[in-house]
């Protein structure tokens, strides 16, 4: 889902050459960051560009009813014509029954899987054997979505993590694990922020397809959000440190 994710962060720009989609070839995709740091506003985003494309309806999973809707630069979206679907598992047991039930649900097949705050399920089942049965358990219903949904099509996945601050050892293990799920991540870094705005810098691992891309993104207080391209420099390594041991950049 890395170039569903990559449209997002192009302002919505059109696909480039390669870039068709094609959510059935993507790899699951892992969106890192700290407390703030954007996860939920970029994963609505990419629920907004999925539902514009018009390939089915997308299911957005959280622990909770968003509080507000993050605003999308330059969209003039009609509500009603978007088809994503909120459901809100309490625990990680209702989400593993949601999940395991997902054979039986009728209609027409999601598209996107959206799963938001991941953390907050896996503190009830902190164990290793726990932390890879709910990840293959949202890899499978990807797929069974996918094989609903038809060849060529597919439905992709994206989940948002919570990192810990930089030195916090104790979900490293975790993090390590869950990287072998999902080899496409983006990592999300608080940067400088600008009078009345939230900053962050966007680093977008494609897990082997397309290239690794960075971005400014910039919220304004009203919610709004703008992404520019990340000024690239020489020798700049700072979210690259990290990256294949499964530590945060």
Request: charged fraction near 20%; hydrophobic fraction near 35%.
């Amino acid at each position: 889902m890395a170039e569903t994710l990559r449209r997002v962060l192009n302002s919505g720009g059109a696909a480039g050459p390669g870039e068709e989609n094609t959510a059935e070839a993507e790899p699951p995709l892992l969106l890192l960051g700290g407390h703030g740091s954007g996860k939920t506003a970029l994963l609505f985003a990419a629920a907004l560009e999925a539902a514009g494309e018009g390939r089915g309806p997308v299911l957005f999973l959280t622990r909770r009813p968003l509080q507000s809707l993050p605003r999308r630069i330059g969209a003039a979206l009609e509500p009603l014509r978007l088809q994503i679907r909120f459901q809100y598992p309490p625990s990680t047991r209702e989400l593993l029954r949601l999940l395991c039930s997902a054979h039986e649900t009728r209609g027409p097949a999601p598209s996107l899987l959206l799963l938001d705050g991941l953390e907050e399920y896996l503190t009830e089942d902190p164990g290793s054997q726990e932390t890879a049965y709910l990840a293959a358990l949202l890899l499978d219903t990807a797929a069974h979505f996918s094989h609903r949904v038809g060849s060529g099509r597919g439905c992709g996945l994206i989940v948002a993590l919570q990192t810990q601050e930089e030195g916090d050892s104790a979900t490293a293990p975790q993090l390590a694990l869950l990287q072998r799920y999902f080899p496409a991540q983006c990592w999300l870094q608080p940067d400088a922020p600008g009078p009345g705005q939230h900053c962050l810098r966007a680093c977008l691992e494609p897990g082997g397809l397309g290239a690794r891309a960075e971005w400014r993104v910039t919220f304004r207080q009203d919610g709004e959000m703008t992404v520019t391209p990340w000024p690239t420099q020489a020798g700049d390594t700072s979210l690259h440190k990290g990256s294949s041991s499964g530590g945060q950049p």
